[in-house]
């Protein structure tokens, strides 16, 4: 499985930015895909999934609202809509992809197995 992030950019805070993620190498049927960001010096943070299968999705719960995941199963893609950036939002976007994580495991990066090389999304204030 091979996934290639992009869409990242320099951005003033209220614009918005459409990141994508390319999957290839399989079929998804299955698959979960998730948006993770990190920050310098912190923690990969969980952003949203969706299951490749019917769509159903997950929110970081301080992130809702203003990020929207959504996936193209004709283009194999999955997107993430930022709106309304904040400063805080800077970090590096990598998308993941897992066969085998389970419902409470979906937050947790460790649980996917593939990764892109992620996009940097940088906003000013």
């Known amino acids: 499985v091979q996934l290639q992030a992009s869409g990242g950019g320099l951005v003033q805070a209220g614009g918005s930015l459409r990141l994508s993620c390319g999957a290839s190498g399989r079929t998804f049927t299955g698959y979960k895909f998730g948006w993770f960001r990190q920050a310098p010096g912190k923690e990969r943070e969980f952003v949203a999934v969706i299951r490749w299968n019917g769509g159903m999705t997950n929110y970081a719960d301080s992130l809702k609202g203003r990020f929207t995941i959504t996936r193209d199963i004709t283009k194999n893609t999955v997107y993430l809509q930022i709106n309304n950036l904040e400063p805080e939002d800077t970090a590096v976007y990598y998308c993941?992809?897992?066969?085998?994580?389970?419902?409470?495991?979906?937050?947790?990066?460790?649980?996917?197995?593939?990764w892109g090389q992620g996009t940097q999304v940088t906003v000013s204030s």
């Open positions: 993941a992809a897992s066969a085998r994580t389970i419902q409470s495991q979906i937050r947790v990066p460790s649980s996917y197995e593939h």
